[in-house]
């Protein structure tokens, strides 16, 4: 099955930048979607973005959408988040997850879409 290990949190003051990155194994990356999720204590995993197998399609979340960007590099396995003009709302913690699919272009915003998830990683957002 599919392992995934997130990387890249950290403290960063409101209007700077991170990029995370969620490394995967034990299968063939390509055959799989990816998403990132946020979770604060208090309220329910939120999406946050999607990228379909081949990087070629793309979605987010209306709060973040234009300040983060999802992309892909299936020559290495792995996945990035990268959040720009960042707001203490961001504050969360961040999780990699994949999915298999047949399909070149789909891509999965509910959490119950997704089969394999990593452990997360910290990101903190001061004012």
């Known amino acids: 099955q599919q392992q995934l290990v997130e990387s890249g949190g950290g403290l960063v003051q409101a209007g700077g930048s991170l990029r995370l990155s969620c490394a995967a194994s034990?299968?063939?990356?390509?055959?799989?979607?990816m998403g990132w999720f946020r979770h604060t204590p208090g309220k329910e995993r939120e999406f946050v973005a999607a990228?379909?197998?081949?990087?070629?399609?793309?979605y987010y979340a209306n709060s973040v959408k234009g300040r983060f960007t999802i992309s892909r590099d299936n020559a290495k396995n792995t996945v990035l988040l990268q959040m720009n003009s960042l707001k203490p709302d961001d504050t969360a913690v961040y999780y990699c997850?994949?999915?298999?699919?047949?399909?070149?272009?789909?891509?999965?915003?509910?959490?119950?879409?997704?089969?394999?998830w990593g452990q997360g990683t910290q990101v903190t957002v001061s004012s």
């Open positions: 990228i379909s197998r081949s990087g070629g399609t793309t």
């Open positions: 034990g299968v063939t990356f390509s055959m799989y979607a």
């Open positions: 997850a994949g999915r298999h699919s047949w399909s070149s272009t789909y891509y999965y915003t509910s959490s119950s879409d997704y089969n394999a």
